[in-house]
């Protein structure tokens, strides 16, 4: 996320979604809002809640496209910003945020994919490499090429056919979600023996596309004629042809009919399509004798919003089930959810070039595993994927190639780094190869316990011949690896020319312990670091920087680690722009130290040279200490000396690997859903409401969650831990509310959001506190201050409240033809008329402009006056006549004022 914003932006855990979160009487809908903007493109509108609430909403003037990535409010720091959700209209952007004093329009944004959609021009997307050369190739040294290469054509002949079901309804979304399937399978007499089941989900795109008109747009679902479906799920047809020759049953699942109704959804529709895979599962239960389909060996393959789905999918899918969830593969996937399957083995890949969901978040899905649960020896593995964009492993999202219009997701200019004449970015047919063959590779290791594909994933510079010149890097966590963690388990050592420290993996450069703190780069991409104002936990990491070889600094661990027959891997981030080198010491418990050169030789290339590609993200640096002199089961101190003239780092994590992966236990974590409540307000002062949520499994151990609440009076507590105890079920959530006898919105609604934090996961973790407002509305009177006037003086209406109310009231006026002789442009102060009308003849009557007022109420206040002033023109005439029509919450006032000449 681009660093100059200075911004909170809470890309995580809020959702798109259609509910409105302030339920009004009248709209207030304005082309200049008096508090709001409408400089650059669309209009901002603000309207105060009372005690420090506000709701923002941004209005863009087209329809918003449909990305896998979704727009996000983002505002200055010390606002807390909640979920960011899309109005039934597809154009306008809201969001609650708690703040000290009014939010100003001019310094908040709608950031989509990197972009802020509030302002003309293009921010990432625009400035990408002007001026600058592409990128090199990465220096890798010591990459083994595979034999086996999992994308090879296998032996059995192979068969396609589609089926479609009666459509299922799900909660939220209005029209039931279809049930098609394109499979892609051995052919029957095939004697494979029981198959594994692969199933394909794809991501957010278009939904309806005109044959004949690559231009047209159609708003209607489902698709009506001539406007045909896009179908996405045809889009893994030759990875499905390859899995299916090699002895594996797949299936790729349509997802419009959630891509067109999802904005209605809290989180993005990934409960949805978890419920649509699970909706296929249960359609395989029935098709797996026939198709001789072992269904405890089923993987899930999702790509973009898919990946959300399917890691759903896998979080909530018991062990009772008719079928097993074996592993999952991750393509770009979003995790707006900051959630992850514990004990379900998965390879997440992200694009290098990933113009779509640019902040690479699906990183998330490895390191929120991380620090969650004991026991999971479940492999999470992350792959970058260099020179391939989001959009290229589909192919009906691929240009040449699509039925429907398509489009390279990545812009900017050709010749730079991710462009289309970037030497290292990758061709459709390329990226698919890729695709091919490390989705193949996953599932081999994760259904037919094949790990001849493992290097692929676990952090080894490895490569298969068919993915071509194209370049991956790898880290992996889990998988049997014990693990030493900055600060938790492992102190500092003492350094040697070297400056080191632990930083929090914060983005926030202003933040002096935050590891970015010093300005790592302008418009970089860090997915190992929290977001400003992201209220996830965040990760200690260690930082080296050097300005000569031969400098040192390291890692005294807490406890030994035992390195005897396994070997050693820190997940490292280059923090320069050129690449650098290190070697390691490690030292056991007596003394005893070996300084060993990592595999490779220990350079690790920087990713991405200019600043709005770059990318922190963590390699491997792989040691084998076999040979060291040292006791390997002891290893104590782990320090890594610089082999280059400069450079700087931060290590993640270190860990002592086996060579192969262990079993996975037969287990799945209990899963924490978080209920809605709806209470009328009442009186009496401070109240406090219990939002339910309710554990799904068996907690055998104490676990942790973390909640947000964002919509309370500012000084009430909105981020706190929720411990469970073994074998609760059930509990609630405190959210604390003001009763009182002055009128709100007639909704006011606090949002609740969960993270699972240990030995629990969560899976619904969106809830929220309606509170019903009961106290009586205002009722207004309009008074025209003075009937007539004399030009040079202003027209004024006094607007009056009956009562004080907790909230905005909006009054627009509207100039509107009336009796009399009307009021020109020219009668008119240019002050009032650069605002509210612009350059237009000035003989033309002011109600032929629609010039209009918008004006506000703030809370507490009863009085506001609307002032138009008048300009006094020397010309002898007849009086004239202002006609001004106001709106209030929907009631409708006339009032007229007569402006006499002043000769």
């Known amino acids: ?102 939010p100003d329009p001019a310094r908040l944004d709608v950031l989509l994919s990197g972009d802020r959609l509030d302002e003309t021009g293009a921010d990432l997307f625009g400035r990408r490499g002007l001026g600058t050369d592409a990128d090199g190739p990465l220096d890798l040294p010591g990459t083994q090429t595979l034999a086996d290469d999992p994308a090879a054509t296998g032996p059995y002949a192979v068969v396609s056919s589609d089926y479609t079901l009666a459509p299922v309804k799900v909660p939220l979304l209005r029209t039931p979600i279809e049930m098609v399937g394109h499979v892609v399978e051995p052919a029957a007499d095939a004697a494979t023996g029981p198959r594994p089941l692969v199933l394909f989900l794809h991501g957010r795109h278009g939904v309806c596309y005109h044959p004949s008109d690559p231009d047209a747009w159609a708003d209607t679902w489902p698709c009506v004629a001539p406007f045909k479906e896009i179908p996405s799920q045809l889009g893994y047809d030759y990875i499905q042809r390859v899995l299916a020759s090699q002895g594996y049953a797949t299936v790729s699942i349509r997802a419009n009919g959630i891509n067109a109704q999802d904005d209605a959804a809290p989180d993005g529709g990934a409960d949805a399509r978890a419920r649509l895979v699970q909706a296929h599962l249960d359609h395989w239960v029935d098709l797996a004798s ?64 990933d113009g779509d969901v640019s902040d690479l978040q699906g990183q998330k899905y490895t390191d929120t595993a991380r620090d969650l649960t004991r026991g999971d020896t479940s492999l999470k593995s992350s792959v970058l994927v260099m020179g391939a964009n989001h959009n290229f492993f589909n192919t009906e999202w691929t240009p040449d190639v699509a ?62 011949a068919s993915q071509g010149d194209a370049q991956t890097v790898s880290h992996a966590i889990g998988g049997g690896r014990v693990l030493r963690t900055p600060s938790a388990s492992a102190g500092l050592a003492l350094p040697v020319g070297a400056t080191t420290r632990f930083c929090t993996g914060v983005a926030d450069d202003e933040r002096v312990g935050s590891c970015s703190s010093g300005g790592p780069g302008y418009g970089m991409v860090a997915p190992h670091w929290t977001q400003p104002g992201e209220r996830l936990a965040t990760r200690t990491f260690f930082e080296m920087a050097w300005s000569a070889s031969g400098q040192s600094g390291g890692l005294a661990l807490t406890s030994p680690l035992d390195l005897a027959g396994r070997r050693l891997e820190l997940r490292t981030i280059v923090g320069t722009r050129t690449d650098v080198a290190v070697r390691v010491r490690i030292t056991d418990a007596d003394g005893a130290s070996a300084l060993l050169v990592p595999e490779g030789g220990g350079g690790l290339p920087a990713l991405g040279t200019t600043d709005d590609v770059r990318k922190l993200w963590a390699q491997t640096l792989v040691v084998d200490p076999t040979g ?67 554990v799904s499994g068996t907690l055998t151990q104490p676990a942790r969650f973390v909640v947000l609440t964002v919509g309370q009076a500012r000084g009430e507590v909105q981020r706190f831990a929720v411990d469970l105890a073994p074998g609760q079920t059930s509990g609630t959530i405190p959210v604390a509310y003001e009763a009182d006898n002055r009128a709100d919105y007639p909704t006011l609604v606090t949002q609740v959001t969960g993270w699972a934090s240990r030995n629990v996961m969560t899976d619904r973790y969106l809830g929220d506190l309606t509170v019903v407002d009961d106290d009586p509305r205002p009722t207004f009177t309009v008074r025209t201050v003075a009937r007539r006037i004399k030009e040079g003086r202003s027209a004024r209406w006094e607007i009056r409240l009956n009562r004080s109310a907790d909230y905005d009231v909006y009054v627009t006026g509207e100039v509107v033809r009336g009796s009399g002789k009307p009021v020109q442009v020219r009668d008119i102060a240019t002050s009032w008329t650069d605002v509210h009308v612009g350059p237009v003849p000035g003989r033309r009557p002011l109600w032929a402009t629609h010039a209009m007022t918008y004006d506000l109420i703030p809370p507490g206040r009863r009085t506001f006056v609307v002032s138009v002033p008048t300009r006094r023109d020397h010309l002898r005439e007849r009086s004239e006549t202002l006609t001004v029509r106001f709106d209030i919450e929907g009631h409708k006032y006339l009032r007229k004022v007569r402006i006499l000449d002043r000769r």
């Not at 590779?441 to 594909?453: I, L, Y």
Request: charged fraction near 20%; aromatic fraction near 6%.
């Open 1 to 102: 996320m681009p660093r100059r914003l200075r911004s909170i932006a809470l890309s995580v855990a809020f959702v798109l979604a259609t509910a409105v979160l302030v339920s009004t009487t009248g709209t207030a809908t304005a082309t200049t809002p008096a508090d709001g903007s409408s400089t650059g493109r669309g209009v901002w509108e603000v309207r105060a809640l009372g005690s420090g609430r506000y709701v923002v909403s941004w209005t863009s003037p087209t329809r918003l496209p449909i990305t896998s990535d979704r727009p996000t409010v983002v505002a200055p720091d010390g606002a807390q910003v909640g979920t960011s959700t899309v109005a039934a209209d597809g154009r306008t952007v809201r969001a609650r945020i708690d703040a000290p004093t009014r």
């Open 290 to 353: 026939a198709h001789q389909v072992d269904l405890d060996r089923v993987v899930l393959v999702g790509h973009s919003r898919g990946g959300e789905g399917v890691d759903r999918a896998a979080i909530r899918i018991p062990l009772t089930a008719p079928y097993r969830i074996a592993g999952q593969v991750l393509i770009a996937p979003t995790d707006f959810a900051a959630q992850t399957a514990p004990y379900v083995p998965t390879v997440t890949m992200l694009p290098f070039c």
């Open 403 to 464: 039925q429907a219009p398509s489009f390279d997701d990545w812009s900017g200019e050709p010749t730079s780094t991710c462009g289309t004449s970037d030497p290292q970015r990758l061709t459709a047919p390329e990226q698919r190869a890729v695709g091919t063959a490390y989705v193949a590779g996953a599932v081999h290791v994760f259904a037919s316990a094949d790990q001849s594909a493992l290097p692929l994933f676990d952090g080894t510079r490895a490569r298969v």
């Open 628 to 694: 060291a002199a040292v006791d390997l089961t002891r290893v104590a101190r782990v320090e890594l000396v610089s082999a280059s003239t400069r450079g700087k780092i931060w290590v993640a994590d270190l860990a002592s690997a086996p060579a192969a992966l262990p079993a996975v236990p037969a287990v799945r974590l209990p899963t924490v859903n978080i209920s809605r409540l709806r209470v009328v307000e009442g009186t009496g002062g401070t109240k406090v409401a219990r939002i339910p949520f309710n």
